[in-house]
């Protein structure tokens, strides 16, 4: 190759690469500017209260109020079908606690003495404690 088509072919793969560049730039602009558009429109979107008909400025109000409070009855309604799941998880867990320790007390009254049987009871009940502690405190952590 002769100098000058180097040159000339150099010329012109910068010219193609600013080019390329310059269009991937434009392009990341135009998608971030059509974003912030959708954004805007989201933002300034405008809530129908009626269809036909005069609405009157204390109407408006009036709705939006129950519109608000319908709004906090249902985060309510929510917060307390929490409450009752998380209720019932820790009557389960107490419940597989006291079959736990009756269990153990069973195998207890069958083999031995009474001061065996309340040590070994002891014994049990601080194992299950033990246990439940440590879900708990895995629970916490989680």
């Keep these: 190759m002769t100098p000058s088509l ?4 150099k010329t012109a793969l910068n010219g193609g690469l600013a080019q390329a560049h310059a269009g991937a730039e434009a392009a990341v602009e135009i998608k971030a500017t059509q974003e912030a558009e959708a954004i805007q429109r989201k933002r300034t979107k405008r809530t129908h209260f009626q269809r036909g008909g005069v609405l009157y400025a204390e109407q408006a109000r009036d709705m939006v109020v129950r519109r608000d409070e319908d709004e906090a009855k249902k985060a309510q309604e929510a917060l307390e079908r929490a409450q009752t799941t998380i209720q019932r998880a820790a009557k389960a867990e107490r419940k597989r606690f006291v079959d736990a320790v009756k269990e153990s007390r069973k195998k207890i009254l069958a083999s031995s003495s009474r001061k065996k049987l309340m040590k070994a009871l002891c014994v ?5 404690g033990r246990k439940r502690a440590k879900r708990r405190k895995e629970m916490g952590d989680a």
């Excluded at 180097?6 to 072919?9: H, S, V």
């Design 124 to 128: 049990e009940v601080r194992k299950e």
């Design 6 to 9: 180097k040159c000339r072919l």
